[in-house]
């Protein structure tokens, strides 16, 4: 079988949950800062292929104002822009320092410069960044991930479980298509640094207050809409 590294930040027991998902010793779990360039040449190291899941859902903040690169003050330690576009571009740049034969970079659908989300923008200022380090890499653009401990289906979830209320935006007419990876790949992991065969299983198109509807039907919970 393959031979997995994937790197973690902050505490070495949060990714223990990976180890039961391969074979003994097919794993191995490596420390690393994305601000380290020593430890993301550690973690590509007899690398044959890189895969990129690093991204943000929001920017986080510390409570005292910290001195950036730039000189600047901000209490923002960890923006879209230094994860999705300087972090990607250094991972580029590095994986093709290091010899990697392929980098499969996964960003977002919603990815788009013109957009008026810094989200979406960042994404794909991303796309171009790791272009111009990394010029065949392999862009995957998903629509909204779901599975196991989710940002997407469990949000909704425990917004059912805790308020009274849930905003259907646009009177729930969104069209959503989420996207299951197969069990071959773990979107939970930050990089996987050798083959592994994967697949994304997309769901039918739907609305997205049929999809609220069929959340709330399993919460048993009274929810205005």
Not at 24 to 36: E, I, S
Not at 102 to 127: F, M
Not at 155 to 179: C, D, K, M, N
Request: charged share 20%; net charge negative; hydrophobic share 45%.
């Amino acid at each position: 079988g393959s031979l997995v590294y994937a790197p973690y930040r902050g505490c070495e027991l949060e990714p223990r949950l990976l180890k039961p998902m391969f074979d003994l010793g097919r794993l191995g779990l490596l420390p690393f800062n994305l601000q380290d360039e020593d430890s993301i040449r550690a973690s590509m190291a007899d690398s044959d292929i890189v895969v990129n899941l690093i991204g943000k859902h929001y920017e986080t903040k510390g409570a005292v104002p910290q001195k950036r690169a730039d000189g600047s003050f901000s209490r923002i330690n960890s923006s879209f822009e230094d994860v999705h576009v300087e972090g990607a571009a250094t991972i580029a740049r590095i994986a093709g320092e290091m010899g990697v034969e392929s980098l499969v970079h996964v960003s977002a659908l919603a990815a788009n410069l013109d957009s008026k989300s810094r989200w979406n923008v960042t994404k794909a200022q991303g796309e171009e960044a790791v272009r111009a380090a990394f010029p065949d890499a392999i862009i995957v653009k998903p629509a909204t991930v779901f599975g196991a401990e989710d940002r997407f289906l469990n949000w909704i979830a425990q917004t059912l479980t805790t308020y009274p209320a849930f905003p259907l935006l646009h009177g729930g007419e969104q069209l959503v298509q989420p996207v299951r990876p197969s069990v071959s790949l773990v979107f939970v992991f930050f990089f996987v640094f050798v083959f592994v065969p994967f697949s994304i299983l997309a769901a039918s198109t739907i609305f997205f207050e049929a999809l609220f509807w069929s959340i709330f039907s399993s919460s048993n919970n009274s929810v205005i809409p």
